[in-house]
């Protein structure tokens, strides 16, 4: 079965730090890897994907994810944390054996202090 | 455009009643998503729709459960009867043709069952 694990449920940074939140994912095939952001009282967006190529993409708001096959893993990254990038962060993995509906991680939130 | 459109977006009800959620996707998106996010089970994908025909409801907890697209335009999630333990938000998605992994969240209902 495909799945994505966030093994951190909070993320603390300083402001101005760069920031990275953990993805590790387990599918067959080549993955389809997403990142989404939630912020309070808000719906999700979406922030970037990895398809294929490179394996550094660049999504909004300055972040960007890291895939790399032979740790498994999406990390998302940005080098230099805003007190506004504070929020809920879901990895997310198509999953392409079964109808190709998204299968989210539980979330990192995130903390920006000043 | 207005982004996805969810109503009502707070609902307060007791135990038994139906309860009836609105969605009105993005115009030309022609996938539609049905979650429900909680503190304890995270962000839980219960139905999809594409081209107003329902493509994997397997997420939909029981039948008390039930969801409608009639037309590209309007979804409906109903339940009946509301049990304290559906007390949640539900978020409505859509997305574009061929793009059902970029999905445009709506700000959500949020709905307590007393």
């Known amino acids: 079965a495909q799945s994505v694990a966030q093994p951190e449920d909070q993320v603390n940074v300083a402001e101005g730090n760069p920031l990275t939140v953990k993805c590790t994912y387990s599918?067959?095939?080549?993955?389809?890897l997403f990142w989404y952001v939630q912020y309070p009282n808000r719906g999700l967006q979406f922030l970037l994907k990895?398809?294929?190529?490179?394996?550094l993409v660049k999504g909004s708001y300055g972040f960007e994810a890291e895939f790399n096959k032979s740790q498994t893993s999406f990390h998302l990254k940005k080098p230099s944390a805003l007190v506004s990038d504070s929020a809920l962060y879901f990895c997310?993995?198509?999953?392409?054996?079964?109808?190709?509906?998204?299968?989210f991680g539980t979330g990192t939130r995130l903390q920006v202090f000043p | 455009d207005a982004g996805v459109i969810q109503s009502p977006r707070h609902e307060v009800t007791e135990m038994g009643q139906e309860v009836t959620l609105r969605c009105k996707p993005i115009?030309?998106?022609?996938?539609l998503f049905w979650y429900r996010q909680t503190m304890m089970r995270g962000l839980e994908l219960l139905i999809y729709?594409?081209?107003?025909?329902?493509?994997?409801d397997s997420g939909m907890p029981e039948d008390r459960f039930s969801a409608k697209m009639p037309n590209a335009s309007f979804s409906t999630l109903k339940i009946q009867p509301s049990e304290p333990r559906d007390s949640a938000v539900y978020f409505c998605?859509?997305?574009?043709?061929?793009?059902?992994?970029?999905?445009?969240f709506g700000p959500g209902t949020r709905l307590l069952v007393l």
């Open positions: 990895y398809i294929t190529g490179d394996n």
């Open positions: 599918v067959s095939g080549n993955p389809y």
């Open positions: 729709f594409n081209n107003n025909v329902p493509i994997d």
């Open positions: 998605a859509s997305s574009l043709p061929g793009r059902q992994e970029t999905q445009y």
């Open positions: 997310a993995v198509r999953d392409m054996a079964n109808t190709d509906k998204l299968i």
């Open positions: 115009s030309g998106h022609d996938y």
